[in-house]
């Protein structure tokens, strides 16, 4: 690892650079920013960060594609919709991705939104005083999703989990959207019973790449304990808020290498 104090030095100016108005409109947080009322930040945000494969522009174009099948009233569509109003879904499709799936989600939403007001409340209620990440509040999310009876199995691959020692990617982007709160209005930070500090990098193919250029991964293979220990190390930089160079390495990685 090169000197800390250098690597700090310019992942910070990296971060300044990045965390910017700019990077919403070619990033799927674009998504969840089209959206202003909390709930449809939630489940826009949550699709979005799960349908994050492949091309940014073709995960925004579909993103768009399946909101406009809910006349982009998410939240409503989903408390309120009929059998009939489903059928709209039935030919919505991204990779592995399909129907079952789409159905599923909104069987699961449609369920917690009946008696929660946010999604914060699936993540956080599994979570222990004293917990450094919030890697118990993604096994607890996990369990909670697939609690309804006759889950489809399919479905499962999905939604990561440290159970399974995933990195859980897409699923600590969304929580770093949801979380992380500064005055660059990237990430929303409309949750507050899960800190900043206790966020876990997302550790895609371009962080993981740029991270081990500067040994802040060693560890060869990427899984859960590779992301906790990318973000151990972001944590000697920032101890209060390490997921912010998520935008430094990202940036670094694809927009430098665009």
């Given at each position: ?42 489940i ?21 594609e399946?909101?406009?099948?809910m ?27 399909n ?32 917990d450094e ?75 993981d ?18 992301a ?8 000697q ?22």
């Open positions: 690892m090169i000197d800390i104090k250098e690597l700090k030095t310019l992942l910070d100016q990296k971060v300044d650079e990045y965390n910017r108005s700019f990077f919403i409109e070619k990033d799927p947080v674009c998504i969840p920013h089209s959206f202003t009322t909390k709930q449809d930040i939630e826009t945000g949550f699709f979005a960060a799960t349908l994050a494969w492949g091309q940014r522009v073709t995960i925004i174009n579909k993103c768009r399946l909101f406009s099948l006349d982009n009233a998410p939240h409503q569509f989903i408390l309120h919709h009929s059998d009939d109003d489903l059928k709209a879904l039935l030919k919505f499709k991204h990779r592995t991705f129907t079952t799936d789409l159905l599923y989600f909104i069987q699961f939403f449609r369920e917690h939104y009946a008696s929660h007001n946010s999604l914060e409340s699936a993540f956080s209620n599994s979570m222990k005083p004293g990440t919030i890697e118990n509040g993604l096994i607890g999310f996990h369990d909670l999703f697939f609690n309804l009876p006759d889950f489809p199995q399919r479905t499962r691959k999905h939604i990561a989990t440290p159970k399974r020692k995933s990195a859980c990617k897409r699923i600590n982007m969304f929580l770093r959207w949801m979380v992380r709160k500064d005055d660059r209005g990237v990430d929303f930070g409309l949750w507050k019973t899960i800190r900043p500090s206790q966020l876990v990098c997302p550790c895609d193919l371009h962080v790449r740029v991270a081990r250029s500067f040994g802040l991964i060693t560890r060869k293979q990427t899984d859960w304990q590779t906790l220990e990318l973000t151990h190390n972001l944590r930089m920032d101890p209060v808020d390490p997921v912010k160079y998520d935008f430094a390495l990202f940036g670094m990685g694809v927009i430098e290498h665009a």
